[in-house]
Each structure stands twice: as structure tokens, then as C-alpha cells.
């Protein structure tokens, strides 16, 4: 059937069904996938060249396609030019690409130039084929009726977001204290932002100019710890073959942050706490000349400190050394209010290419994001921006694009930790119904009925849990 044959005939039958358009210059080809698509009540149309297709693709606007099945290898052209030229006349209509060789390249270059989808011939499977372009169709379709989630301003300078009460409450203590030379221990969560909050009270500091040393006191191994952090002369010990300049000499007139200093072995918890009383003198390894530095000590960890003192694990004297100020970064299901300034300024930050503008997201994809209960808190919410962004082509973010990671999905409740740092076993239990409740509402979409036969429970008595629970 010729291009215009099949505009006619699509004119005439709009009203039956959505109108797919397939491209491919076998017509045998062409006849299967068609009667595949009428029996499942879409209107169809063919085009056995590039040319043909374009004119359908570009023509009038009521009688373009909702979705293209679109053949690689065309007598006139690729599809890629194809592709090219409808991003060129600004034409976005979703593109499945259809081809006998399954090549990387083409595959890669396709999906580039925004196709939903890859179908390889032959079709063995009607199903695969009515699969994808129900989902093509379905990705078309939100993208014309989502609503756009209205997001704050935020200034990508800024390194910690946050309008809530908790947060709020940290700047204050920033400004409080940041001009003082007092050691700080941040604690907090994995992932709540505790070196990006070191970072800020530097800047706020006045040794803003000075540098800002950030170091991993886990990141290595207890032989090479206290070489790393206070340096080592010239063969002091085994590969030592010249001087090495520790952190603390290298953040000399700035900032030294140690990070999960909870890892930190007691012998040089023991080393640490003799810099720290000895008003920043250190001694490099393998020399006993003490040498004066003159550092700002900002501590992290997601131990709880106090009872790592208790268990003995922990020196109670480097503990009062580091908590003389002390600042907690609250877990992000805490502070749910601050999840669109954070999106907004991963949407900053994180393009689709540098060319590009940001990305913009639904209402419902941020509700699907204020839903979740955060077990890597901020920096896993940066992890699935970034992941939404490359999904969406840095175009328009919709909920199927938030994508949770399989193993955080679970909404881990970490017993272990919880036990260690002596939370009693009833909030243990309420936390972990909560957590159940509201993953049964996200699963349910919000239907208590649903949620409450996901957990074997009677409405009546689910009903009144979540109400006990505040949920």
C-alpha cells in the first residue's frame, strides 16, 4: 500500500484506534506486523521507504502517527536519518526500531536519537511486538498528559539543600559556630551529606581560604594510617623511598576532616589524641621532631560514638577531644519536605549533556520520590536523578523513569545498628511497622484495602495501625 493510500486510510479510521505507522521496505514483512496491529484494534499504516515515511511522519498534523515501527535498513536511507531529521523538525513521536541484524552500533545510535525500543526480526512472538508498542504508546502518552511538579528555585553554588525545621536548625548551628576554632563531630546515616556539611563550615569559617582536606580514615589500611595522616620521612619503613607529607601537614592553615573516624583502630585513636592535646604538634614517622600545625579538626561518623566508649571500642578521652560542638544530619525520611530542592539541584547539576538544559520532572514522579523511605538517604536520591536523567534523554521525567535500586527497594531496617546504639526494642518494632505500612500504601498506590491484604491484616485493624502510626 502507497504512503498516501494509507494517510487516506488512516483519516477515515482515527476514531477506531491509536495510529501506527510501519516502515520497511519488505512488504511481506509490512502485512504481518499489520494484521498483528488490527487485530489488536490499531489503526495502521505503511511506508516501504525512508521518503515515504518522512512525508507521513512531517505531514499534516492530524494525520501523523502515534508510534513508528521503523526499519533499519531502508533502500533510501537508514533510520537514523530518519530519527535525525524528526529531532531536527522537532517531531516527537516514540520510534520502536525493527531490523534483521541485532549490530551494537545501530542499536546504541538509535536509542541516542530517542527510540523507546528494539525489535528484532523475525517475529516469532506477536506478544513481544504488541508489548513494546503498548509501552511506547504508554511513555507518549504520559509525556503529553503529566503535570509538571512545580519546583523551588535553588542556587547550584549552594552545598547542602534544605528548607525544613531540621535543617534550618543546622545552618543556624553553622553560623553559630563555624567562626570558632572548636573541633565539630558530625554523625549522622551513610549518605546524609556529613562531608558536604564539613565543607560548608569551612567556607563559612575564616579559613574559608585556607584548604579543605577531606580524608577517609576506612580508606586505609591500619599499616599506612598514621603515615597518611601525620606523613614519613625517608625510609621509615618498608617502600618508604621518600618524604611523605601527611594530611594534617597538608590542610596546615585549613581544615582536616575525618571522616567514619568510628573505624579508626584504638592504637591510632591513641596517635590522634596526642595531636589533639598537644595543641597540633604531630611527628612524622620515623622522626621525633614535633611539628606545628595549625588545623581546624572536623570528625564524621555513623557510629554511635557513645556506645562504641561503652563497648570499649572507642577512646572516651579522643571522644570528649572531638564532641566539643556536635551537629547530626538527620536521614532524609526525616526531613521528606526538602526532596524537591534536592531533585531541583541534582537537576542542575545533572544533564543530559552538557549542551542540554535540565531535565524536568512530573508531579508524579516527585510524589514517587517523596514516597520512598530513603535507606541511602541523599546520596542515593542523587543516584536515581542521575539514573532518571539518562532514562529520559535529560527530556521530560516521568514515574516510570525512577528506577529504585533492588537491593535499597527492600527499605533495609537496620536491626544490628539499631540494637548496638541501645534503641529500645519497641521503637525497633514501630519503626519497622511503619516502614511495612507505608510500603504496602506505595505498592497499593494508597488503597488501605489492597495494602492491608499485602500484610494479611483485617482492614479494620490495618486501618487503625496506620492511624497509631500516623501514616
Known sequence: MRADE????????????????????YASIRQMLREILEDAHYVVSEAGSGKDALDIIAGPQDKRPDLVLLDHYLPDMESTQIQQEMQNQDIDIPVILITGKGQ????????????????????????VILTAVQHGLKQSQMKRDQVLAEMPEIDPSEKIIGSSPAMIEIFKTIGKVARTPSTILITGETGTGKTLLAETIHLASDRRRGPFVAFNCAGVPETLLEAALFGAEKGSYTG???????VFETANKGTIFLDEIGEMTLATQTKLLKVLQEDRQIERLGSNTPIKVDVRVIAATNKNLAHEVEERRFRQDLYFRLNVISIHMPPLREHK?????????????????????EARITAEALDKLKAYDWPGNVRELEAI????????????????HIVFSQNLER????VSGRVQAGVPLGTIVQEAQTMAVRTALRLSEGDGLRAATLLGMAPDTFDALRAELGL
Open 6 to 25: 494509507s494517510a487516506k486510510r488512516t483519516g477515515t479510521l482515527a476514531a477506531t484506534g491509536q495510529h501506527i505507522l510501519i516502515v520497511d521496505d
Open 104 to 127: 551494537a552500533q545501530n542499536i546504541i545510535k538509535a536509542t541516542q536519537l530517542g527510540a523507546v525500543d528494539y525489535l528484532r526480526k523475525p517475529f516469532d512472538d506477536p506478544t
Open 240 to 246: 618508604a623511598d621518600r618524604l611523605r607529607i601527611g
Open 337 to 357: 519536605e526538602d526532596i524537591p530542592g534536592l531533585v531541583a539541584h541534582f537537576l542542575k547539576i545533572h544533564r543530559f549533556s552538557p549542551t542540554m538544559p
Open 385 to 400: 536523578i542521575q539514573r532518571a536523567v539518562a532514562f529520559s534523554r535529560g527530556e521530560l521525567i516521568l514515574p516510570d
Open 411 to 414: 527499605n533495609l531496617l537496620d
